[in-house]
């Protein structure tokens, strides 16, 4: 059983990544991803009202004690973050780059009347 | 029959901070080449000034966006201009202009939209014996993601016909756009053929050339754009 849940919980963090790297900027995946952040705000409110429901969950899941539990969706959580990141830097640079472009070759296009 | 081709081909130079070196690049291509395109991608140093006393043309990136970048504004220039070849050259003088002889002859005589210089069929002077190794590895990891069947997947001399210059549009702004124009080459089966030749690598480009280090982040990217979106 426990087995079958730690299997679960890797299946779903590597879905989150996934879905992060291969998913399109649409409204409904920028709307996803601020739910998902408003309860991971949410557990965390939860889990400090009620230390020991985290333990509880984490017992369930079988991934040890609720801090573990809590070091893993944070871990995960990061990764989503430094990829989406990274993703969206690489297209605002992308942007910039056409601009730059644009204007390089309208200079230079005056310039030589071409 | 050379000098029609010769007339009818752009040469494409990224320059980055190559001051030293750029005045007397393109002094000797322009003895044989009427159309040379450089762009200066933001240079630090003189390279703008350099170029700006030789005869070829100055395109000027407002900031310094990568090589990938400038090859790709000075391919754009070069499709307004009468010519029919494009060649994307070194501003480093490692490149051989007898190779780029060779490369159009090829081109021409086989009809091939893309002709790459192969440093693996060719001579290296003065290649480190690690460089070999990483560049090995590189073209082992580009043949994989693209497809492709070659001996020296990064090599910065190509020649390509203008069908293969209109469709090209880099999104990669740095060293990695080397694997992005093979993916070019794969998606859109482009006729392609290698053809061997010499780099010479002087202190001078050594000191210039990338980093070893920099296969990963080219390897990362590579991998992250086959994966996203």
């Known amino acids: 059983m426990i087995i079958f849940l730690q299997i679960v919980v890797i299946i779903v963090a590597l879905s989150i990544i996934a879905t992060v790297l291969v998913g399109k900027q649409t409204h409904a995946a920028r709307a996803w991803k601020k739910i998902a952040l408003c309860i991971l705000a949410l557990c965390m409110v939860v889990a400090v009202i009620f230390p020991d429901l985290t333990n509880m969950v984490a017992n369930l899941l079988g991934v040890g004690r609720g801090a573990d539990l809590l070091l893993y969706v944070l871990t995960i959580a990061f990764i989503g973050y430094a990829i989406n990141n990274y993703l969206h830097r690489q297209h605002d640079e992308h942007v910039v780059h056409k601009l730059a472009r644009r204007i390089a070759l309208n200079e230079a296009e005056n310039k030589y009347k071409i | ?229």
Request: net charge positive; aromatic share 8%.
């Open chain 2, 1 to 229: 029959m050379k000098k029609t081709i010769n007339s009818e081909t752009a040469i494409v130079i990224p320059v980055y901070n190559e001051d030293k070196v750029i005045g007397g690049v393109i002094k000797s291509v322009m003895k044989e080449f009427k159309y040379v395109i450089c762009v200066n991608d933001g240079s630090s140093d003189q390279s703008s000034v350099e170029i700006s006393k030789t005869g070829a043309y100055l395109v000027e990136h407002p900031i310094n966006m990568g090589q990938g970048a400038a090859l790709q504004t000075g391919i754009e220039f070069a499709r307004k201009l009468p010519v029919k070849y494009f060649v994307t050259f070194d501003a480093d003088g490692q490149h051989r202009l007898e190779d780029v002889r060779l490369m159009l002859r090829t081109i021409a005589k086989e009809n091939r939209d893309i002709v790459l210089g192969s440093r693996f069929l060719g001579d290296t002077i003065g290649m480190t014996k690690s460089k070999r190794r990483i560049l090995k590895l590189a073209t082992t990891f580009s043949n994989v993601t693209s497809g492709l069947k070659l001996t020296d997947t990064h090599n910065g001399l190509r020649v390509f016909n203008r069908r293969f210059a209109e469709s090209l549009q880099l999104k990669v702004s740095d060293m990695a756009h080397a694997s992005e124009i093979l993916e070019v080459i794969a998606v859109g089966k482009y006729d392609y053929t290698e053809v061997p030749v010499t780099i010479e690598y002087t202190d001078y480009s050594k000191a210039k050339g990338q980093s070893i280090i920099n296969a990963i982040n080219i390897g990362f990217d590579t991998l992250l754009r086959r994966i996203s979106r």
